[in-house]
């Protein structure tokens, strides 16, 4: 049985709404297509403060000619040729949309790729449990979610002695009697002969179990809402699947697609279309079909209180964005911290020093309305700034002793510095590094490969750079696609080997001493793909074919299409690196993982902040100044009654600066800094900062065991508290000999002062930019009382206050 | 019935039950620990658990084999001890590693999860700290007498890093870190102790994110790590008689052995006791004269003595390498790595004694029976242990699987 089909043409035209609230209308640009295609709607209303209602019951919706698209239920239908106007009505505040039928049918084939592979989809056969699984089931394996389905199609259609299908016979084909249990299946019963699923194979192997129909492909799914959020755990909300054709066209996948639920604490799994609301949080509903991904944010407010939230006003965009999203949730931020934590937040982020104490007084001292910005101006021009984002971008590119044996760490750690200190745009600096040649020793921008290469071989190895670039530079992890299909993405091996084969030329060569190393293309060289043993074409991640002349370097192809095509995805990367520095996590968590099923929180934000990064030339400095400037940055951690990260949402939807430990060379610079007592290093000069040692694997037991990386792979680096640490502040001999050091700052203090008071107040400021409070003092004051009964010299009951303060939470996070 | 019950445990104790056993022997079921003895470098299956006699001398080396307690069973006459004791440990000769680099072959055997250039996976005791948890007080993993590179936490972050102890054949012996720094008495440092609590009030009592929340967890740990006389006495081994002392080996290897027992005994879950010098690419034979019986007293003790404090059917014991050694014999009297075959010594936590699992070649060179894979024996750490070895883990933003596709080897499970 052919199915007639009509194109239906349905243009979504907002109407001027009824004062007051607004309805919204999902999804949008719907084209139907066949007799009776038709198309579920959603219907949501927002009040005029911009928050959505959860109840849309109230609504109703209608057609202005129904002998053209009807309504059934909350669905739109495609009768006839024409145009009607979809209307829905809630309580007097309308919205509409017009809708155009256009010609007459034609007879639609059924699509291997469209319907066959959405059904193995809905019905999980191709889930990694079961034939999705690498090594397949039984014989019979499926690209995982449908993301091969040139593949599946192969092994349905050819495999098994092409026993799976009978054309001559279809209902006698395996493919059906298998999900249909009319002979055991170790999958079960996934069918009857009268479902859906049933028919739609069935007119397709009867059709001639063609590859493809040649009609209109799906090119992406979109999943409606795209952001709900609940008042209260109970609420409901049915969600919504539209597939996006190539002939412009559109397809109701609602019911074609497989949901997940990242967390089912907050909302429940999908059941009869919906989800139900289950507790406070962020989580996100994905759909799976067809190969393609869509997402969908789901929060959950819970919170009795039904007041609206107010927040303060703000001409950054940054603010703006972060404001609007908590009002929604009305989750209120933090208040804006006060000038001391402030000014020790600031000086840790920015250039990870403690300010000084003729700082602080000053800063602390001064009535300047616009201090706050003044400093912020003046932090970014201070050497200490270069040398803090250096060691932020020697973990990003891996500038590793592992790899080079740490003889060329040296020069490339002197062009990183130069490219933060002279602000290079960061796209000049990424078409250089990708396209470096030549002895690394005179041009430094070619230890840029050096994770590239095997470490024990000596041999550069495309598998490692191809993940390492589209990481660094795009945000995008594709080493899985290595081995194997992306499980949750459209992406494939094809992928990786295309990516791969722009580096397929690329050769080092060993110098005269073993740590030269110099990089030069080769004239030939291809990259095979492991599973044809073919030579892979260069091929961009987007599908794109490159344009390579003859005799061009591929590398040189590819860094321009990172920089020049992939402009916005290049500057969302660069731009959410640096605000994950700021906030503890990107705005996409973690921050080199961009894909489909990893929602950004704030999309709109970080495009805004990928923009300005572009508009400042690809410098970073302004974008720094963006982010220090803005509210969002400066708010406080807790406030009097208020605890602090009790609550997740706080820290997804930046209600407030999330605390965080500070960094192995930071917190040993701040114990320098406090304690008045350089560490040394062996080799480096009195007063070298950890930072600033090259290549610091096995500096000291503090540095590793603070987590400073080894930087020889692409993780972040580890900012998790440990047994080892606490053991090491306490008890090493490393902080003891700076607290017990004669004349460090303890023993100036007390030779100045006898006023304990004082001494407290000055350890204080250095440690924590502010004086004792009176609780403090008092609980510093009794400890000294019954030191001093105990028979404790006055320098020793100092050392071990110092000791407190060093190992302090307070001291040791910067919040 | 459990005053009953723990009246008789009691009266066990007497007959060589330790606190901790006691106490999990009122509670039900025991909790396996492990002790891994690693042979770093990768030690040679011909000149320790699967000598090959009948092999060409440039094959077989020039040392001989000798009869163990199972008849017909015969090791390397370097083995004396291992042999007498066979009864108490069964041997894989059909092991094999699919990496031939130290690094990742250490990484592989050590976790059970090949390497990849995606993500590190974490190690058996990473792991196992992550889903057990401290017990007692004690760290859950430790690593003697150092950290080797491949014993870490990958993925799971550093909390779950190993615990390193130092050297504990050297003369004076105290863990780093963990014992108060000289001249500060207890009391002393009870004060301090205080005072840090006091000016860390306002925060522990307004902040509760889970980064707060774990230095705080970490230094009460601490803390009680440093004032327990039960954690100070678990590191002491000056508190073993001198005999079982000189039992062990007075050497690294050695006294490691005893001191992963101690701690195993006090709570520790996995301690790694690591053996360097085995990577003979010179020398082969000269090098193992030596080590391969500092190897042979120490585990072959080590088996003697948690059998004897009743402590072997909860203790699993491992002997690994991260490869083995070629087949020939090279130019320069050595053998290079060789991951095509290797052996693997396993005891304890119900493993049959006497037993001989899988064979390889004439040659030693590849598994001729029932080869055994890196990621069954994986499957089997965390099988023995309790733990489901098919769990995945979500913190790199995909799934990754603690072991994949390995099976546990069926003949350790008696």
Known sequence: MLKRAISALVLVLPLPAAAGDAVLLDPPGIVLAGPGAAQRLLVRRMDDAGEISDTASACQLSSTRPEIVEIQGTSVRAVAPGESVIAANCEGSVTGATVKVAAAGVPVEIS???????????????????????????????????????????MIVEGHGGRRVNRADPQQSLLLRKPSFQVPHGGGHLFTKQADEYQTILNWLAQGARPSSGGPRILSIELYPKERIFATPGGKQPVVVVGRLSDGSTRDMTAEVRYSVNDEAVVSAVSNGAVTAKGRGLTVVMARGVGKTATAQMIVVDRASASRTTTPASDSFIDRQAFAKLRRVKLAPFPVTSDSAFLRRVYLDAVGVLPTTQETERFLGSSEPAKRAQLIDRLLERPEYVSHWLMKFEDWFRNSQYYSQGRTNASFKRYLAALIREDRPFDQAAREMITATGDTTVHPAGNFWHPAMDFMLKTFEVSKATPTVTRLFLGQRIECAECHNHPLENLTQEDFYGMAAFFARLRVKHGYAQYR??????????????????????????????????????REVLAEWITRTQTMQFARTAANRIWAEYFGAGIVEPADDFRSTNMPTHPELLDGLAKAFIEAGFRFKPLHRLILNSQVYQLSSRAPGRPGGADPLEKLLLARYEPRKLPAEVLLDAIVQVTGVPQEFTGYPPGTSPKDLVASIGATYFLTTFGVPRRDIMESRSQEPSLSQALHLMNSDAVREKIEKPGNILGQLIERTVNDREVLDALYLRAYSRKATPAQWQAVESYLASEKEAGRGRRRMFENVLWAILNSKEFQLNQ | MIRRDVLRIGGMALGGLTIPRMLEAAGGRPDISCIIFFQEGGACQHDSFDPKPEAPLEIRGTFSSIPTAVPGVHFSELLPRCAKNFKKFSVIRSMYSKEAIHEKAKQYIFSGARPNNAFKHPVYGSVIAKELGPKNGLPPFVCIPRKDISADAGLLGSAYNPFITGDPAKKNFSVQDLTLPLGLTLEESAGRARLLSALDEEIRETEKSKVVEGMDYFYRKAFDLVSSQ???KAFNLDEEPEKLR?????????????????????????????????????????????????????????????????????????????????????????????????????????????????????????????????????????????????????????????????????????
């Open chain 1, 517 to 554: 190393r110099i990089w030069y293309n080769a004239r030939e060289g291809e990259v095979l793909h492991p599973a044809s043993k073919q030579a892979a074409p260069p091929k961009f991640l987007d599908g794109g074919v490159p344009q390579i002349a003859e005799g061009q370097d591929r």
């Open chain 1, 112 to 154: 291997f790729p469209r319907d066959v592979v959405s059904i193995l989809t809905t019905k999980a056969c191709n889930s990694s449990a079961c034939h999705g699984s690498p090594a397949g089931q039984s014989g019979f394996k499926l690209s995982l979610y449908g993301s091969d389905p040139a593949a599946d199609f192969k």
């Open chain 2, 246 to 414: 000189d039992a062990y080996g007075r050497n690294t290897a050695g006294q490691g052995a005893l001191l992963a027992r101690r701690l195993v005994e006090s709570g520790v879950r996995l301690a790694a006791v690591f053996h360097g010098g085995y990577d003979t690419h010179t020398n082969n034979d000269r090098t193992n004269k030596t080590l391969l019986p500092v190897f042979d007293r120490a585990f072959s003790t080590l088996l003697d003595d948690l059998e004897e404090r009743g402590m072997l059917a909860t203790t699993l014991v491992l002997a690994i390498g991260e490869f083995g050694r070629t087949p020939n014999i090279n130019h320069s009297a050595g053998r290079d790595h060789w991951p095509g075959v290797f052996s693997v010594a396993a005891a304890g936590a119900g493993i049959p004694g006497g037993q001989v699992i899988g064979s390889s070649d004439a040659q030693g060179g590849a598994p001729k029976e029932r080869p055994v894979s890196v990621e069954d024996l994986g499957a089997t750490v965390y099988k023995k242990l309790g733990i489901d070895y098919t769990r995945e883990y979500r913190t790199v933003g995909r799934p990754v699987r603690i072991n994949s596709d390995g099976t546990p080897v069926r003949e350790l499970f008696g």
């Open chain 2, 230 to 232: 039960a954690a100070r």
